[in-house]
Nanobody
Framework: VQLQASGGGLVQAGGSLRLSCAAS????????MGWYRQAPGRERELVAS?????????NYADSVKGRFTISRDYAKSTVTLQMNSLKPEDTAVYYC?????????WGQGTQVTVSS
């Protein structure tokens, strides 16, 4: 499975961006799909994730709660991250991810830069 991410860019603080990720083939809703990010000199961290079974709510990093919203289109096997009220500390390369137990897929990163 290949994951194709898009939507990164440069935005001023307080602005918004929308990241999208599409899978090359159908992905079961039992997979967790989400977004990670990695800033220079820092480890990759989970931003948000969503699994399509069990009625579980989305999982967000504390730093993005209330500002970012993750959603999935299970029919199209896509995952979207709406990012509002962006801050300079949100600057990072964002990676799309899909995983189920020991199976993990990564998309190529997309750069998000937030200027102050």
């Amino acid at each position: 499975v290949q994951l194709q991410a898009s939507g990164g860019g440069l935005v001023q603080a307080g602005g918004s961006l929308r990241l999208s990720c599409a899978a090359s083939r159908s992905i079961s809703r039992t997979y967790t799909m989400g977004w990670y990010r990695q800033a220079p000199g820092r480890e990759r961290e989970l931003v948000a994730s969503l699994i399509g079974v069990g009625g579980r709510p989305p999982n967000y990093a504390d730093s993005v709660k209330g500002r970012f919203t993750i959603s999935r289109d299970y029919a199209k096997s896509t995952v979207t991250l709406q990012m509002n009220s962006l801050k300079p500390e949100d600057t990072a390369v964002y990676y799309c991810n899909a995983n189920f137990r020991v199976i993990t897929y990564w998309g190529q990163g997309t750069q998000v830069t937030v200027s102050s």
